[in-house]
């Protein structure tokens, strides 16, 4: 691989160039907000996902602060290493500089990947998990070396860690080995042993889901319920003909694992990718779930096109370019390499009753700022006694990770919410006289307490629907237990 290090340079700084510029500009993604809070509260599981976001946030906490720019060169870091990754796999799988070459801008041309390797998100990292578990078992098949098969069960434990959907991947890989060489590998200790550090390193989340009641269940009740029972069945497969470039070296790939002389011994990866594939449309996934899975087909059909192509190698060039002119312009709208003003003229965005319409990606990057600015003046004018005399309620975790995040730098006190991970949190004091409330409507403080003072509205004419025109409250004398009021809501702490 060392002499093909140039190549995957080239490629990884352009896409390190993009992201620089992507990553600093806008603000935190409401996701993020969330993914930094809990990383102060360190724990072997949260309500929404498990540790590994948690744990990452904290080095990027103590590296760079809460810099925009720095908590997101870890997803960046991330897609850097998927890109390494798929271009090693072509290696592996018999390609020379050509195939290495195309691999690598099958990850830059593959659209989506810029908006995963931007926002910091257990998404990223995900990806990276399945394609780093997809190169060690191309190394185990390769040289039959057992360390690879335990390092493959330590990549799917840590995947675990990070996000449930690596049980996905494992169930693939599992049916996939069921066709190497006839499933002789089940009989061996190897396998098991790998099995069960995945299980080991798994074991505290597992411990930590039990000891509270099994959360994951309750959120994949609420998301099945909220979204994916929503999703048609047709469009999982649909969305994997968006890009289709990418998606035509993909079925060369696919095609070669089980028809080419050279490749087929890798069949059982193939095999895994299509058993991933089927179970994710099968529990009506978000087509995103599978795009982990695409790396290691682009690397062996980038294989293949180098084969082809072999008596004349210039038409490789030609591939490249096929593959990553037509994206480009598709970019900014991935991630945000554009000033927001120069994006909204880019893509003709029009105002409408004041505002600009946003891809919900985009729109949930502004507002928060103006949220913290205002509930810090009502902090700074109500709450003379400090945090024992007051509390900053908020309706939702974008809201209260705004104010956990950004308000730090105005010395602003931990907030409440009864949503998600920031239930488990708490409702610190129940017997403060002012709670200040944001995003939460009149029924809502209405039911809580005796007096309530609509202090304004919020607008932001980029922000996204549901956080335009939230109301902030001044609200006293509480009405109801808050201890009891608090813990009733559990069950509908994803509503």
């Known amino acids: 691989m060392k002499k093909y290090l140039p190549i995957v340079g080239v490629l990884a700084f352009f896409k390190f160039i993009i992201h620089w510029f992507g990553n600093q500009n806008y603000g935190f993604h409401r996701d993020e907000l969330l993914h930094l809070s809990v990383s102060e509260h360190l724990a072997w599981g949260f309500m929404e996902f498990p540790p590994f976001i948690a744990l990452v946030g904290k080095v990027s906490y103590l590296l760079f602060d809460y810099s925009l720019l720095g908590v997101r060169i870890f997803p960046t870091l991330a897609g850097l290493a998927i890109l390494y990754l798929c271009c090693a796999m072509a290696k592996e799988l018999g390609g020379k500089s050509k195939a290495v070459l195309i691999a690598g801008v099958c990850v830059l041309a593959?659209?989506?990947?810029?908006?995963?390797?931007?926002?910091?998100?257990?998404?990223?990292?995900?990806?990276?998990?399945?394609?780093?578990?997809?190169?060690?078992?191309?190394?185990?098949?390769?040289?039959?070396?057992?360390?690879?098969?335990?390092?493959?069960?330590?990549?799917?434990?840590?995947?675990?860690?990070?996000?449930?959907?690596?049980?996905?991947?494992?169930?693939?890989?599992?049916?996939?080995?069921?066709?190497?060489?006839?499933?002789?590998l089940y009989k061996s200790k190897w396998l098991y042993l790998s099995g069960g550090l995945a299980l080991l390193i798994f074991l505290p989340n597992i411990l930590w889901q039990l000891s509270s009641d099994v959360p994951f269940l309750l959120h994949l009740e609420v998301l099945k319920s909220k979204q994916l029972d929503a999703i048609d069945p047709l469009d999982f497969g649909l969305s994997q003909l968006e890009f289709i470039f990418t998606f035509i070296v993909s079925l060369i790939g696919l095609s070669v694992v089980f028809f080419d002389a050279q490749l087929k011994k890798y069949k059982s990866v193939g095999i895994a990718f299509l058993a991933i594939f089927f179970t994710m449309w099968i529990l009506q996934s978000k087509a995103y779930y599978f795009f982990a899975a695409y790396p290691v087909v682009f690397a062996?059909?980038?294989?293949?096109i180098e084969h082809l192509l072999s008596v004349k190698p210039k038409w490789n060039y030609a591939v490249v370019a096929v593959l990553i002119v037509p994206v480009i312009p598709f970019i900014p709208q991935l991630t945000p390499i554009l000033p927001i003003e120069s994006y909204v003229e880019y893509t003709d965005k029009q105002v409408i009753d004041g505002r600009i319409e946003l891809t919900g990606d985009y729109a949930d990057m502004f507002g928060w700022e103006e949220q913290v600015s205002l509930v810090d003046s009502l902090y700074q004018e109500y709450c003379t006694d400090g945090i024992t005399n007051?509390?900053?309620?908020?309706?939702?975790?974008?809201?209260?990770?705004?104010?956990?995040?950004?308000?730090?730098?105005?010395?602003?006190?931990?907030?409440?919410?009864?949503?998600?991970?920031?239930?488990?949190?708490?409702?610190?004091?129940?017997?403060?006289?002012?709670?200040?409330?944001?995003?939460?409507?009149?029924?809502?403080?209405?039911?809580?307490?005796?007096?309530?003072?609509?202090?304004?509205?919020?607008?932001?004419?980029?922000?996204?629907?549901?956080?335009?025109?939230?109301?902030?409250?001044?609200?006293?004398?509480?009405?109801?237990?808050?201890e009891q009021w608090w813990k009733d809501y559990e069950n509908h702490i994803f509503d």
């Open 110 to 184: 593959f659209l989506p990947f810029y908006r995963n390797h931007t926002l910091f998100q257990p998404v990223a990292f995900d990806q990276l998990f399945w394609t780093l578990g997809f190169f060690f078992l191309i190394k185990y098949i390769k040289t039959e070396n057992s360390k690879f098969l335990l390092l493959m069960g330590a990549t799917a434990g840590l995947g675990l860690m990070n996000k449930y959907t690596m049980l996905v991947w494992g169930f693939g890989i599992a049916i996939g080995l069921l066709f190497y060489k006839k499933a002789e």
């Open 300 to 304: 062996a059909g980038a294989v293949k």
């Open 390 to 482: 007051c509390v900053i309620w908020a309706e939702n975790y974008g809201e209260a990770g705004a104010i956990k995040i950004l308000g730090d730098k105005y010395g602003l006190p931990d907030p409440i919410s009864r949503h998600g991970s920031f239930w488990l949190w708490g409702y610190q004091n129940k017997d403060a006289d002012v709670w200040i409330s944001i995003g939460n409507e009149t029924g809502s403080v209405n039911s809580v307490f005796e007096e309530v003072e609509l202090v304004k509205r919020i607008y932001h004419k980029y922000a996204i629907g549901e956080e335009n025109g939230i109301p902030v409250y001044i609200c006293r004398k509480p009405k109801l237990d808050i």
